[in-house]
C-alpha cells in the first residue's frame, strides 16, 4: 500500500497562489491505474474533491474549481503537485492528496491511501 506525505506553506495571502506537493512512497506514481487526488476540507465543511492527474499523466478538474486550480507532476521526484491560483479566505482549509484506482470526481469517495493533511491558512 502506498504512503502519501503532503507538505506545503501554512499560511498564504489573499490573491496569491498556493501550492502543494504530494510525495508517494511504496510505488510509482506512473504505475497503471493508480489516480493521485487532491481533497481539502475547510472548517466546518465536508470534503470537496478539487482534482486528480492519473498515471498516465492526465488530468481531471471539479468543473467549480477548474478556473483556479492546475495539478501537475514530478516522475523523476514520485510527486504531485496542486495550484490554486488567487486564493481568498475561503480557501482555508486541511488539503489532502490521495490515491484511487479509478478516476474520481466530485462527490466520488473511494480513496486508497491519504496523506495525513496539511492545514492552509488564507489570511493577510
Known amino acids: 500500500q502506498v504512503q502519501l506525505q503532503e507538505s506545503g506553506p501554512g499560511l498564504v495571502k489573499p490573491s496569491q497562489t498556493l501550492s502543494l506537493t504530494c510525495i508517494v512512497f511504496?510505488?510509482?506514481?506512473?504505475?497503471?491505474?493508480?489516480?493521485w487526488n487532491w481533497i481539502r476540507q475547510p472548517p466546518g465543511k465536508g470534503l470537496e474533491w478539487m482534482g486528480s492527474i492519473g498515471y498516465d499523466g492526465s488530468t481531471y478538474d471539479n468543473p467549480s474549481l477548474k478556473s483556479h486550480t492546475s495539478i501537475s507532476r514530478d516522475t523523476s521526484k514520485n510527486q504531485f503537485s496542486l495550484q490554486l491560483r488567487s486564493v481568498t479566505p475561503e480557501d482555508t482549509a486541511v488539503y489532502y492528496c490521495a490515491s484511487s484506482y479509478t478516476a474520481l470526481g466530485p462527490g466520488d469517495a473511494d480513496f486508497g491511501s491519504w496523506g495525513q493533511g496539511a492545514l492552509v491558512t488564507v489570511s493577510s
Open positions: 511504496g510505488d510509482s506514481i506512473t504505475t497503471k491505474n493508480y489516480y
